[in-house]
């Protein structure tokens, strides 16, 4: 019997789209079309400081103009921070979650006064903020800016022992550690990307995760997430990644390989999404 497919693709309205968001959109919404499953739109607003009105019009007009249509209304995080609330009280409440000081500066400091372990999104948490007594953090923490952070140590010895699947990797057994105590409510944001990904994954009922294989090492915070919260496990499939000549991944700074200029340019979308589908690349960008 066929169980239903539901996939997304969920960019962060921060900058233009380029040549990889359109590879990773046609990648999701392909691996829903090719199993008659649903393909769905998640718009990542949840940081305003940096989302911005004119770069949601230009995602939606990207896909229309590369020929993607997607299922349902397009979501938007930034309409969902209450479910992402009440997902950082319920780990609060487990104490999985402490309240951190840190500065950009502590954390400068930190490294100058030694390197810290590399995890695969940059240095780890020192975990400073772990051992402070609980009563001084409370207090502190009604004072004080602070963000949240995950207590990882604590929380996979609460879930034990996990695994998740990877369609194009393999089964993977859980290493959460290996990125640290992550933040799951900064300072300046209501969430962050890890929980709101993890509970919203959820909520749109995703069967499977096609995203870029840079996510691939999150996925290990996701699983260990949706344990603690009792939350259905998706399989996942992480594609190779576009890189630019420099072996590089393709960024949105360089606005040279936005979808929009190419778009306003009166190039065809279709055309291009044809061509990667045989594997023809533009000059200088190749496949991970
Ligand atoms: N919003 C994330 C980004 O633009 C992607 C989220 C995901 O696919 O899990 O990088």
Redesign the pocket.
């Known amino acids: 019997m066929n169980r239903h497919i539901v996939v997304?693709?969920?960019?962060?309205p921060n900058g233009l789209l380029h040549l990889g968001?359109a590879y990773?959109a046609m990648v999701a919404h392909d691996f829903a079309r090719a199993r008659g499953g649903e393909f769905l739109l998640?718009i990542?607003d949840i940081d305003s400081g940096r989302s911005r009105p004119e770069f949601v019009t230009a995602i939606l007009d990207d896909l229309r103009w590369l020929g993607l249509e997607w299922d349902r209304e397009v979501i938007f995080q930034s309409e969902r921070l209450d479910s992402y609330a009440a997902a950082a009280d319920r780990l609060k409440a487990m104490e999985l979650l402490y309240p951190c000081f840190c500065t950009r500066s502590d954390m400068r400091q930190l490294q100058e006064d030694g390197p810290q372990p590399e995890g695969p999104d940059g240095p780890i948490y020192a975990g400073t903020c772990r051992h402070l007594d609980p009563d001084l953090a409370r207090k502190r923490a009604a004072a004080e800016p602070h963000s949240w952070r995950l207590d990882v140590a604590k929380a996979a010895a609460i879930a034990g022992p996990l695994r998740w699947r990877d369609e194009r990797h393999g089964e993977q057994l859980n290493h959460p550690e290996r990125l640290g105590d992550v933040i799951l409510v900064p300072k300046d944001m209501p969430v962050a990307?890890h929980l709101a990904?993890t509970v919203d994954?959820a909520r749109d009922g995703i069967t499977h995760?096609?995203?870029?294989d840079?996510?691939f090492a999150?996925t290990d915070i996701?699983r260990l997430l949706q344990a603690l919260l009792v939350l259905p496990t998706p399989t996942y499939f992480h594609h190779p990644l576009l890189l630019d000549e420099t072996g590089g991944k393709l960024s949105k700074s360089r606005d040279s390989a936005s979808l929009s200029v190419l778009r306003l340019a009166g190039q065809s979308g279709q055309k291009l999404l044809q061509d990667f589908r045989q594997g023809i690349f533009p000059v200088g960008i190749s496949l991970s």
Not at 8 to 12: C, D, E, I, L
Not at 209 to 212: A, D, L, S, T
């Open positions: 997304r693709f969920a960019p962060s968001h990773a998640r990542e990307y990904v994954d995760v096609v995203r870029g840079d996510l999150s996701h």
